[in-house]
């Protein structure tokens, strides 16, 4: 079943390719995108396939990155620094691009989203707004996805130890809903508990790793055993999966609902860059996203 996944991938993304910029679309047709180029090298290079695309695709993000680190969606946005997490990971097993990734980390560790101190006034949110994590743009308050992303990027560069991954953690305990999983970032709403994602919760899963007890996330890792019964959209699947194997629970189905996932295109037509890619590295990552990067 592997085999045919990466075959299957291989075939697809080599349409992808944006030749003249040297990274990969986010749709056949479409304009080159610093997510799917990224996710596109992190599948690649979980295949060890695709070595002529790899140095192309990492020098793409690096000719994107700008002069504090941050690499953005376009040059023409640079407050959408949200991909700076990704080209960390795409950079991760090139040594000719450590210095692009430390300078990437740095800038996560000097950014934070905008955070106040609770007062005694009632709001109608209940998560802590003082935690610093990290914001999908600048200016605005730190959320589950983007937070864990940086937390992932931070650890597999060596930062696990700094206060802001420490803090970035705590925000993320801060964020699990009572019920189990994450959403957004939001627990409750006047009173009112939400609903989990299985997207936000396997990244949330994928960052607190190692570094909490697994009774802390009991409930979270029930939730998505629970819930990928019958998903079968590709980000939702995907880091649903890898957020049960990074905490030894990948459910034995895995590799079959990842090619039924696949097969709903021929219904609903292809699927993204960064969500195949996605879709292939959880067919990988038998011990969660982490795993791909010690191969």
Not at 119 to 145: C, Q, R, Y
Request: aromatic share 10%; with cysteine; glycine share 10%.
């Amino acid at each position: 079943m592997q085999d045919q996944l990466a075959a299957v991938y291989l075939e697809t993304i080599r349409t992808r390719v944006l030749n003249q910029r040297g990274g990969f679309v986010g749709q056949a047709g479409g304009g080159y995108r610093p997510d799917a180029t990224a996710w596109a090298v992190v599948a690649l290079q979980a295949l060890a396939q695709g070595a002529g695309f790899l140095q192309a695709a990492r020098a793409s993000l690096a000719d994107q990155q700008q002069a504090d680190g941050r690499v953005t969606l376009s040059p023409q946005h640079p407050d959408t620094f949200w991909p700076t997490p990704l080209a960390i990971f795409a950079w991760h097993q090139a040594p000719e691009y450590r210095q692009a990734q430390a300078r990437a980390s740095h800038f996560l560790l000097a950014t934070t989203g905008v955070h106040w101190q609770r007062g005694s006034e009632v709001t109608p949110f209940e998560h802590d707004p003082a935690l610093k994590g990290w914001p999908w743009i600048a200016n605005t308050h730190s959320w589950v996805e983007p937070t864990a992303l940086a937390v992932m990027a931070l650890q597999i560069t060596g930062y696990g130890e700094h206060e802001r991954v420490k803090e970035g953690v705590r925000l993320l305990l801060d964020r699990q809903l009572p019920g189990g999983g994450w959403n957004y970032g939001n627990t409750k709403v006047f009173g009112q508990e939400l609903l989990p994602f299985p997207e936000s919760t396997g990244m949330a899963l994928n960052a607190l790793r190692g570094v909490v007890s697994q009774g802390q996330v009991r409930k979270s890792l029930d939730f998505l055993q629970a819930r990928l019964q019958e998903v079968r959209t590709p980000l939702a699947l995907s880091w649903g999966l890898m957020g049960l194997a990074s905490w030894g629970e990948e459910p034995a189905g895995a590799l079959g609902w990842i090619g039924e996932c696949l097969e709903k295109q021929k219904r609903f037509g292809p699927y993204d860059t960064a969500s195949l890619s996605l879709l292939l590295v959880a067919s990988r990552a038998r011990q969660g996203l982490e795993s791909v990067f010690r191969n």
